[in-house]
C-alpha cells in the first residue's frame, strides 16, 4: 500500500520569499505522484503531476515539484510567493494497478504574509 | 482535463434526513470516485462509482449510509441518509479522463452542514 507524508500543516512565508512545501511518499512500486492546491471554499485543482516521465515537473501558476527516488520526495516549491498563492496544499499518491486509489497526504496550509 | 458540476454547491439539513449529491462531467470518464472532506481535514475515499453496478466502497463506508448510483458515463449521485452533525463534511466528486492515465480532476464540491 501507499502513503503520504506532509511535513508541516502549516507554512508561512513572505511575499516574494521561496515556497517549499514537503512531500514523502512510501510506495513499493514506481509511484505516480501530484499535487494540489484547494482554495478557500472551492475543490482541488491539480497543480502539477509525475507519471514517470521527467523528474523535475512543471506545473501552474509559477510551481515545480522535483520526484528524487532516492529520498522518496516530491517537495513542492516556488521561487517567489505572491499573495494569492496562500490556499491548503495537498500531496498525492497512486499507483498503477487493480486499485490504482490516490491516496493524499495530510495537507498544508500556506500563508503568505505581505 | 474535465469540466465537474456539483449540485447542490451547499445545503445545510436537519438530523435525519438524507441529500442526494449530483456530479457531471463534461468529458469521456474512465473512472468516477466520491470522496469526503470532514472540517480541516484531508481527503477520504468514499466509494468508486461503477457505471451499471453496485459502487465499490471503502473500508468504513457503506451502502446503506452513502448509496451512489451511476446509470450512465458522465452522471453519478451519492446519497448521504440519515444524517447526523457528524455527516457535516465537503463531498467532493472526482474523475479519471479517457487518455489522461492515472490523473485524478475534483468538482468544487459540496458543503454540507447538519444541524
Known amino acids: 500500500a501507499q502513503s503520504v507524508t506532509q511535513l508541516g500543516s502549516h507554512v508561512s512565508v513572505s511575499e516574494g520569499a521561496l515556497v517549499l512545501l514537503r512531500c514523502n511518499y512510501s510506495?513499493?512500486?514506481?509511484?505516480?505522484l501530484f499535487w494540489y492546491v484547494q482554495y478557500p471554499n472551492q475543490g482541488l485543482q491539480l497543480l502539477l503531476k509525475y507519471t514517470s516521465a521527467a523528474t523535475l515537473v512543471k506545473g501552474i501558476n509559477g510551481f515545480e515539484a522535483e520526484f528524487k527516488k532516492s529520498e522518496t520526495s516530491f517537495h513542492l516549491t516556488k521561487p517567489s510567493a505572491h499573495m494569492s498563492d496562500a490556499a491548503e496544499y495537498f500531496c498525492?499518491?497512486?499507483?498503477?494497478?487493480?486499485?490504482?486509489?490516490?491516496?493524499f497526504g495530510s495537507g498544508t496550509q500556506l500563508t503568505v504574509l505581505p | 482535463s474535465a469540466v465537474i458540476s456539483q449540485k447542490p454547491s451547499r445545503d445545510i439539513c436537519q438530523r435525519g434526513t438524507s441529500l442526494t449529491i449530483q456530479c457531471q462531467v463534461d468529458s469521456q470518464v474512465t473512472m468516477m470516485f466520491w470522496y469526503r472532506q470532514q472540517p480541516g481535514q484531508s481527503l477520504t475515499l468514499i466509494a468508486t462509482?461503477?457505471?451499471?453496478?453496485?459502487?465499490?466502497?471503502e473500508s468504513g463506508f457503506v451502502i446503506d449510509k452513502f448509496p451512489i448510483s451511476r446509470p450512465n458515463l458522465t452522471f453519478s449521485t451519492l446519497t448521504v441518509s440519515n444524517m447526523s452533525p457528524e455527516d457535516s463534511s465537503i463531498y467532493l466528486c472526482s474523475v479519471r479522463v479517457r487518455g489522461q492515465g492515472e490523473t485524478q480532476y475534483f468538482g468544487p464540491g459540496t458543503r454540507l452542514l447538519v444541524l
Open positions: 498525492a499518491v497512486s499507483v498503477a494497478g487493480s486499485a490504482r486509489q490516490l491516496t
Open positions: 462509482a461503477n457505471q451499471g453496478s453496485e459502487a465499490t466502497y
Open positions: 510506495s513499493s512500486v514506481p509511484p505516480y
